[in-house]
T-cell receptor
Framework: ETGVTQSPTHLIKTRGQQVTLRCSSQSGHNTVSWYQQALGQGPQFIFQYYREEENGRGNFPPRFSGLQFPNYSSELNVNALELDDSALYLC?????????????FGPGTRLLVL | AQRVTQPEKLLSVFKGAPVELKCNYSYSGSPELFWYVQYSRQRLQLLLRHISRESIKGFTADLNKGETSFHLKKPFAQEEDSAMYYCALFNAGGTSYGKLTFGQGTILTVHP
């Protein structure tokens, strides 16, 4: 059983560019959540995907969008990058949506916007 | 709006001493709470969740609905407990369904 993996590990972009981050969920998990973690802060929920549909969304603008594929892997896309988007982006997967099912986190992608 | 507060950013204890990491929450429904831990250079991982009423690595946490708290405790701290600890609250309704709301975290340092 493999854990949650994310790619790339690090990324540098310039303001105004677009970025795509990828996440492979743990084997057997159909739910993926994305979080943004700024330096010195706890993770902030961006959105969750369950069986290829967006299942819940936090307070992030529409330029943050996502996809989930039939194999339950997921992408986070951010358009028109801003300096404040610099952060660690975490992906978490779970067996299904629901509080009783624990979320397992990936190692994160560190994004720097210059 | 739901909120999780961890009032201590840093906590230092000596090995063998008791430790308590504080967590208070604000939530209108029935809360589902978790503690996550991040050891140095490792990913965020689940430590325990209140619905399981389990003890992991000697840590326990009791949900106190009256005080809206979910403090993490361990009677005898070990050096390997040094890490960042996050308290998190699950949102089971509305447009933010599936959301874990995290506190800002407490860095625990256990001195030899």
């Amino acid at each position: 059983e493999t854990g949650v993996t994310q790619s790339p590990t690090h990324l540098i972009k310039t303001r105004g560019q677009q970025v795509t981050l990828r996440c492979s969920s743990q084997s057997g998990h159909n739910t993926v959540s994305w979080y943004q973690q700024a330096l010195g802060q706890g993770p902030q929920f961006i959105f969750q995907y369950y069986r290829e549909e967006e299942n819940g969304r936090g307070n992030f603008p529409p330029r943050f969008s996502g996809l989930q594929f039939p194999n339950y892997s997921s992408e986070l896309n951010v358009n028109a990058l801003e300096l404040d988007d610099s952060a660690l982006y975490l992906c978490a997967s779970s067996l299904s949506a629901g509080a009783q099912l624990s979320q397992y986190f990936g190692p994160g992608t560190r994004l720097l916007v210059l | 709006a739901q909120r999780v507060t961890q009032p201590e950013k840093l906590l230092s204890v000596f090995k063998g001493a008791p430790v308590e990491l504080k967590c208070n929450y604000s939530y209108s429904g029935s809360p589902e709470l978790f503690w996550y831990v991040q050891y140095s250079r490792q990913r965020l991982q689940l430590l325990l969740r209140h619905i399981s009423r389990e003890s992991i690595k000697g840590f326990t946490a009791d949900l106190n609905k009256g005080e809206t708290s979910f403090h993490l405790k361990k009677p005898f701290a070990q050096e390997e407990d040094s890490a960042m600890y996050y308290c998190a609250l699950f949102n089971a309704g509305g447009t933010s369904y599936g959301k874990l709301t995290f506190g800002q975290g407490t860095i625990l340092t256990v001195h030899p």
